[in-house]
């Protein structure tokens, strides 16, 4: 059964710091490209990053690069996404997933970035 956990979501000032995680089980880690995902209130799922199967490759949309990095952890089959200097615009619910349109993602992690 394919699972994917993601944690580590909270509530952060602009500016601030979190790392999210997601744990994935069921699957063969290392032969998926994986993706994070966010939707922020009222608004459709939108692309973040991705990950290449050998995690050789990382991509990211415009408005995140050079402030998220997204990195594997192939011994524990986790996903993560360090992002850094967080904005308002930030604000969503993020996931991970095993394509690029959310059909295959776990049940999400809530960032929400606030003063």
């Known amino acids: 059964q394919v699972q994917l956990v993601e944690s580590g979501g909270g509530l952060v000032q602009p500016g601030g710091s979190l790392r999210l995680s997601c744990a994935t089980s069921?699957?063969?880690?290392?032969?998926?490209?994986l993706y994070w995902l966010r939707q922020a209130p009222g608004k459709g799922i939108e692309w973040v990053s991705t990950?290449?199967?050998?995690?050789?490759?990382?991509y990211y949309t415009e408005s995140v690069r050079g402030r998220f990095t997204v990195s594997r952890d192939f011994s524990k089959k986790t996903l993560y996404l360090q992002m850094n200097n967080l904005e308002p615009g930030d604000t969503g619910v993020y996931y991970c997933s095993r394509d690029q349109y959310g059909n295959e993602r776990g049940q999400g992690t809530q960032v929400t970035v606030s003063s």
């Open positions: 069921g699957f063969a880690f290392d032969n998926y490209w």
């Open positions: 990950s290449t199967s050998t995690d050789e490759y990382r």
